[in-house]
Nanobody, 125 residues
């Protein structure tokens, strides 16, 4: 099975940018539809962005459209999330998730069967 490890989270000022990375170990990540979810303090985990196995489909949560970009690097076996124009409400633990089935790219947690431990992003105002 695949192991997912996130990195890149840190404290950043509002309006700033950040790049999160999800590295895969044990399997080739391009065989998995991959998504980012986030969980803010006191809130439930929510969908942020996803990319299909063939990289031909990307999906974004409405509040991050135009500010976040998900991409895949097959050489590095990673999926990244570029965060721009950050807002304090983007503060959360960001999780990478992988889907090994051939189902369509999901925006729901139960559509993913592999999860990383998360990386914390804090946006100061």
């Amino acid at each position: 099975q695949v192991q997912l490890v996130e990195s890149g989270g840190r404290l950043v000022q509002a309006g700033g940018s950040l790049r999160l990375s999800c590295a895969a170990f044990g399997r080739t990540l391009s065989n998995y539809a991959t998504a980012w979810f986030r969980q803010a303090p006191g809130k439930e985990r929510e969908f942020v962005a996803a990319i299909s196995r063939a990289d031909d489909i990307t999906k974004y949560e409405n509040s991050v459209k135009g500010r976040f970009t998900i991409s895949r690097d097959n050489v590095k076996n990673t999926v990244s999330l570029q965060l721009s124009s950050l807002k304090p409400e983007d503060t959360a633990v960001y999780y990478c998730a992988g889907q090994s089935s051939t189902n369509p790219v999901s925006v729901y947690e139960d559509g993913y069967n592999y999860w990383g431990q998360g990386t914390r992003v804090t946006v100061s105002s």
